[in-house]
């Protein structure tokens, strides 16, 4: 017993032994193990109210998607700020006297991270401002997918093909970004169409809008629509105009639709779709040239 007794108090005393001190904090084991379980207990709580707060408590209301989850972003990163510093305090870590350490990250941070610091701004103020959400439809350097998670480094989009792209936050801010879906998902589509000069154009419209608005994925309203947009080369080119909620984030397979349509209700009315055709006139060049 008084082996067990001498063993435990060795442990104990190797655990508040001190490891090395930062300015007037003596860090010991024990205190690293606290800081450490502590933290990851913070982690776990603060995500886990991020969820219960975007799957439980607003999804009960109207808000949007995007807007829970910024809500949601918000109070985990501040739930995280205050656990720390009280984590630190409890731990007997006066946060005064590790300054040094904090001059020290600012230094590296304004030399060595400034894009991880750019990226970290630049999801605050999507997080406030909100120019994009998750569930918005976007393009962005050449990328087009849907807004999945925005974190405080960068935001994921999956793309038709199920690809996820980790893009990085600063260039939501300091490019051009196409939202489809920012006010909300009705988005208008323009798909040309050429017939030979020899259809009659009126014809030719009613037979357009009733292929948009015998598909399901049209809306009725706003109507869809066709201008005659001009006379070009070899045939004369309508711009079918149609709006769509449904096919947001899939414009080519309702054109798709449209278009299989339109070849067949054609076919079936008689109605030429031109090729494009080239006169070549050769002339007689000189004898002896």
Do not use: C
Request: hydrophobic letters at 45%; a positive charge.
């Amino acid at each position: 017993m008084d082996r067990m007794t001498e063993l435990v108090q060795k442990i104990m005393e190797a655990l508040r032994a001190p490891l090395f001190t930062m300015g007037e904090a003596a860090f010991t084991p024990w205190m690293l193990i606290y800081i450490i379980l502590a933290s990851l207990i913070l982690i776990f709580v603060s995500s886990a109210a991020k969820k219960i707060i975007i799957q439980r408590v607003l999804s009960k209301s109207r808000i949007e998607l995007g807007v829970r989850v910024a809500v949601g972003s918000i109070i985990k990163y501040t739930l995280l700020v205050v656990g720390f510093i009280v984590i630190f305090q409890t731990a007997g870590i006066n946060l005064s006297s590790i300054t040094i350490l904090f001059g020290a990250l600012g230094i590296g941070i304004g030399f060595g991270l400034q894009n991880v610091t750019n990226n970290f701004v630049s999801g605050l103020i999507i997080l406030f401002e909100r120019p994009i959400k998750v569930g918005d439809r976007i393009e962005v350097a050449k990328i087009a997918g849907d807004v999945v998670d925005i974190s405080m480094r960068a935001t994921t989009i999956v793309t038709n093909d199920n690809i996820s792209i980790i893009v990085p936050n600063s260039q939501f801010i300091s490019e051009t970004v196409i939202n489809w879906s920012h006010t909300d998902r009705n988005v208008r589509f323009n798909f040309p169409v050429g017939v030979s000069y020899k259809e009659d154009p009126e014809a030719v419209r009613k037979i357009l809008l009733a292929i948009a608005l015998d598909n399901p994925g049209v809306l009725k309203n706003p109507k869809p629509d066709v201008l005659f947009s001009e006379y070009a080369d070899s045939a004369m080119v309508f711009n079918l105009r149609v709006w769509t909620r449904e096919y947001t984030n899939r414009p080519g397979v309702l054109k798709s639709q449209l278009y299989y349509e339109v070849a067949r209700r054609f076919r079936e009315q008689g109605i030429e779709i031109p090729f494009p055709q080239r006169d070549v006139h050769i002339k007689n060049m000189p004898a002896g040239s």
